[in-house]
């Protein structure tokens, strides 16, 4: 299975941009890249997926390498409420699971 | 919809033991799958199933069964519980794997002693 690799915490101010990094070199063609947050005591939550092209939605932009070894996960204004751990993982249709490494911690200061 | 439910919210067994962790999903889901997480760390996969009939395992099965009678219900069953299991457990489903988001449970605490 494809694994990821990102770094094991991050620190933003508040109301500051944030780039959440994620490398996957092992991705196949068919692994859509998924990102998930878990605030302190709660199952995770989505935030954004996908496959080749950039998306944004409400929560943030997910930003593609064009070669999909990598990816970032732009959150343009941070808010305390952002304070979380970070998860990117590769989600395949033909696989049947998706494996979460230990994620980003990511810490915003006011 | 209530989304994924999880029961029980928090148990404590004695090693030994065993005991069915609930997970039931009102969104016609029909990927579901088990994860434990362990004090600091990411999620580990269980066990998964792609639909009712269907489960394979995970990263970690060893130690745990479950079974797929329906869509909407995808119970794990710890049978001989071990201190190495106390762990937060957390149900998930979606439409379908790889295109799809994923929805979580709220968890359920479980301390084996």
């Known amino acids: 299975d494809a694994k990821t690799t990102q770094p094991n915490s991050m620190e933003s101010n508040e109301e500051e941009p944030v780039h959440l990094p994620c490398n996957h070199s092992?991705?196949?063609?068919?692994?859509?890249i998924h990102w998930y947050r878990q605030l302190p005591s709660q199952g995770p939550e989505y935030v954004i997926h996908g496959l080749t092209s950039n998306v944004n939605n409400r929560m943030a932009s997910l930003a593609i390498a064009e070669d999909r070894k990598s990816s970032t996960l732009i959150l343009h204004r941070a808010t305390l409420r952002d304070a979380a751990v970070y998860y990117c993982i590769l989600s395949n249709t033909n696989a049947g699971k998706s494996t979460f490494g230990d994620g980003t911690t990511l810490t915003v200061k006011p | 919809n209530a989304g994924v439910t999880q029961t029980p919210k928090f148990q404590v067994l004695k090693t030994g033991q065993s005991m069915t962790l609930q997970c039931a999903q009102d969104m016609n889901h029909e990927y579901m799958s088990w994860y434990r997480q362990d004090p600091g760390m990411g999620l580990r996969l269980i066990h998964y199933s792609v639909g009712a009939g269907i489960t394979d395992q995970g990263e970690v099965p060893n130690g745990y069964n479950v079974s797929r009678s329906t869509t909407e219900d995808f119970p794990l069953r710890l049978l001989s519980a071990a201190p190495s299991q106390t762990s937060v457990y957390f149900c998930?489903?979606?439409?379908?794997?790889?295109?799809?988001?994923?929805?979580f449970g709220p968890g359920t605490r479980l301390t084996v002693t």
């Open positions: 998930a489903s979606s439409y379908r794997e790889g295109d799809t988001k994923q929805y």
């Open positions: 092992t991705i196949s063609g068919t692994d859509y």
